[in-house]
């Protein structure tokens, strides 16, 4: 399925493409491109599309993004999943840039946003606190002023990628005695600061991606506060909707699917009731996949429209993340007894993994992936999204 | 895929919506459908006044040359409405085959007369065993000088104790279920031989059992051409755009009721449980709009392997019909059991419309088998 294509936009589709083909690096074809990279290696691309002048679609021309339409905007985000490239850090293109420019003062801007294009600087995201969960308002860590320093204690967690951040930006408490979303702020600390810890968190698939980050007494300028003190949770919203946009994942979710369906070919004989059984949920998927694409191209040729699409971003988060989890559930299916095995994290060279290399990575996929429906504001609470502003109820 | 519409569309659209909204309240319908004959042939008037029974057609057959979009514009307001009169049955599957298979003077005779709104046509092709599959028919035809001889029986014809004519699938050459051996005949509903029992349908409209016993059948097009695969294709288009307007119609009616109606002192709409059931009704209408609406693009775009985003389609929006529909009675409560309310009518039109050409469950093993064919 196609958006209909100026020819200039169609022009621009196989740039993008013919980009990809010759400059995606090798070394980031790996199993398992999400954990499996180090940090160095997963940079290699981000560098490549930032002196392609790439790296930031999302930004205005004045901050270095590329001027995109919308149209041409989906264009890139689709061809880049379509191709299988790994996308460049979101917590530091995505979320933490887009707050700076549209919040930040001149110093920030000039400080911070050069080093996010240019990779530089790794940002992780310190919203999640323990006991928080989906309810971020309850925020406890607590910034009290000190003459041009804030003292920064609290405890963050579920913080992606920390182990290899240079910085946090973090929701914290600047009024306690404020209705809970009335005295948050929006703070980014050095992460080589005095006082600031990362504990490793191992998830159900064995991966190290999710961490602890412990805040001890520590000294953070006033300078790196973002905007007002108290408004942080203003800004946290609007980053927020950034986090959820092109959710819907398609390139991925057919990249998947494509590979699933050759899985069950090579797996199972074509005349085994199982063959069609699973045949037929992988259709169910697959129209799933369809619908969902066909509505994203109808919400995206609204929105070059100039038509707001709405909470739309939640309808792509929760159906975008629940096919998903369905095809990564039905390929750990379709290698029956080879599920049992699961990759030993950290990966060394002289692990064994039995049956061919196509199921390496099923079951710790099938495993990761129940995170989606968990983060990025659960799924039940993008319904209650939806049920409200949508609905009206 | 840009759904942007143009002006003519929109137009469309509007004067269909404002025309239903006008004449075509639930009360009326309800007494249509109470009538002896159970449709309205004033109605079917005011619909070819207003053009909506020509509007697919090209110009060159004196359509206005909207296709498959106009089609589809049309059976959303009509889902939305409930309408009964035999608009699939009448323009899109006999007025579509005739526009794409017949001759030049099978045109002239007959195309006319349709967009004009005098003539009521249905198609035969349903059998006894032959349940979902097009090729699986017993009936025969027998040449006999121009003409055509044709014997055998069809099962649940829709529309068919309405009609003018109709259009008879019958085998011309091989065995049961051989593909290429069938062949369309147009066969005038009140020939000689033509015996026809009619029933009510779930969804208030009329179909009939039909035996033929050597009726004189005159040949659609040409022999053995394999037209009901195309035609199914069409039908599927116009009737999932009928299922996503009645699938929208139930949204709305459910959630206006959740606002309304009390339990335990408060709405029932404050209940998160049904919240959430009501979000997930409202994604499955969307998703089931924009992929009837890419089959309708791609129809009305003439592209290849249609056949296989067809059943694709089918399965989805109907298994997404039959979720709305299951929730909004159940959402309605006692109220969405009886038959003063218009949800249940809404349900029993999906029931019908999953049936209708193959239920969901059909066309997603088609969809499945069509890809490993590829």
């Known amino acids: 399925m196609e958006l209909a294509l100026s020819p200039e936009d169609a022009a621009f589709r196989d740039e993008v493409r013919a980009f990809i083909a010759e400059n995606y690096p090798k070394e980031m074809r790996v199993p398992n491109p999400e954990t499996d990279l180090t940090k160095e290696q997963s940079l290699l691309w981000h560098r490549i599309l930032y002196k392609k002048g790439w790296i930031a679609p999302l930004w205005p021309k004045e901050y270095g993004g590329p001027g995109w339409s919308i149209t041409r905007r989906f264009i890139f985000e689709q061809e880049t999943s379509r191709a299988g490239t790994l996308p460049p850090l979101a917590f530091s293109v995505t979320m933490v840039g887009p707050v700076i420019y549209s919040f930040g003062n001149d110093a920030q801007k000039q400080k911070f946003l050069p080093r996010i294009l240019s990779g530089e600087d790794w940002w992780c995201q310190g919203y999640s606190e323990p006991g928080s969960g989906s309810d971020l308002a309850t925020v406890r860590t607590k910034a009290v002023r000190d003459g041009d320093h804030y003292i920064v204690n609290g405890h963050k967690t579920w913080t992606t990628l920390a182990q290899h951040a240079d910085w946090i930006f973090c929701l914290v408490r600047t009024d306690p ?12 600390i050095d992460m080589k600061s005095p006082g600031v810890s990362v504990r490793p968190i191992i998830t159900i698939d064995g991966s190290h991606e999710v961490n602890d980050v412990f805040l001890e007494d520590v000294r953070v300028p006033v300078e790196n506060l973002i905007g007002e003190e108290n408004k942080g949770w203003t800004y946290a919203k609007f980053l927020l909707g950034n986090e959820r946009t092109s959710m819907a994942g398609i390139g991925r979710s057919t990249r998947y699917l494509d590979r699933l369906k050759k899985i069950v070919k090579a797996e199972i004989p074509a005349d085994d009731p199982a063959h069609l059984e699973l045949s037929k949920e992988i259709g169910r998927i697959e ?3 369809l619908a969902l694409e066909a509505t994203e191209l109808r919400v995206i040729a609204q ?3 100039g038509i707001d699409p709405g909470p739309a971003a939640s309808l792509f988060k929760i159906r975008g993340t629940e096919i998903f989890q369905g095809i990564t559930e039905l390929t750990h299916r379709a290698i029956g007894n080879y599920g049992l095995a699961l990759r030993e994290q950290p990966l060394s060279a002289n692990q064994f993994m039995p049956g061919p290399d196509y199921i390496h990575t099923a079951s710790e996929k099938y495993l990761n992936a129940r995170k989606l429906s968990i983060y990025g504001g659960s799924n039940e609470i993008q319904r209650n999204i939806i049920a409200k502003a949508v609905l009206g109820l | 895929m840009d759904i942007q519409f143009t002006e003519e569309q929109e137009l469309l659209r509007s004067s269909v919506q404002r025309m239903l909204r006008d004449q075509y309240s639930f009360e009326t319908r309800r007494k249509i459908v109470a009538s002896e004959d159970g449709w309205s042939r004033r109605q079917w008037g005011a619909f070819a006044e207003l053009g909506l029974l020509g509007a697919p057609f090209s110009e060159e057959s004196g359509g206005l040359g909207g296709g498959p979009l106009s089609t589809m514009i049309v059976a959303q307001e009509f889902g939305r409405h409930l309408v009964v009169e035999p608009y699939v049955e009448t323009v899109v599957l006999a007025g579509g085959l005739i526009e794409h298979a017949g001759s030049k003077e099978q045109k002239q005779a007959f195309i006319p007369d349709i967009i004009a709104g005098q003539k009521i046509w249905a198609l035969a092709w349903t059998e006894k065993g032959s349940r979902f599959d097009l090729a699986n028919v017993a009936t025969t ?15 649940a014809v829709i529309a068919a104790p309405w009609a003018d004519y109709l259009i008879v699938s019958a085998r011309t050459a091989g065995k049961r279920d051989d593909r290429g051996g069938v062949s369309l005949f147009v066969v005038d509903a009140r020939a000689a031989n033509l015996d026809l029992r009619s029933f009510k349908t779930i969804d208030g409209r009329r179909a009939a059992e039909i035996t033929f016993r050597d009726v004189r059948g005159e040949l ?13 294709d069409r039908a599927i288009g116009a009737l999932c755009a009928e299922a996503v307007g009645a699938m929208a119609e139930l949204n709305s009616a459910t959630l206006e009721y959740s606002k309304a109606r009390k339990q335990f002192g408060v709405t029932i709409g404050s209940f998160q449980v049904l919240q959430h059931r009501m979000v997930d009704m409202f994604i499955a209408h969307q998703e089931a709009l924009s992929l009837m609406q890419h089959l309708n693009l791609s129809l009305g775009a003439g592209e290849s392997g249609i056949s296989r985003l067809a059943s694709g389609a089918k399965s989805k929006v109907g298994y997404a019909g039959k979720f709305i529909a299951d929730q909004a009675v159940q959402l309605h409560g006692g109220m969405g059991m009886t038959d003063e309310l218009n949800v249940g009518h809404y349900f029993k039109r999906i029931s019908s419309i999953n049936i209708q050409f193959g239920d969901p469950a059909h066309h997603l093993l088609r969809y499945v088998q069509l890809d490993a064919a590829a």
Request: aromatic share 4%.
């Open chain 1, 303 to 305: 929105m070059a429209r």
């Open chain 1, 287 to 289: 129209l799933d996949v």
């Open chain 2, 220 to 232: 659609l097009g040409s022999e053995g051409v394999a037209l009901l695969e195309a035609c199914r």
């Open chain 2, 141 to 155: 035809a027998r040449r006999e000088g121009d003409d055509y001889m044709l014997s055998g029986e069809k099962t």
């Open chain 1, 177 to 188: 005695s404020a209705k809970p979303q009335a005295g948050i702020s929006f703070l980014l």
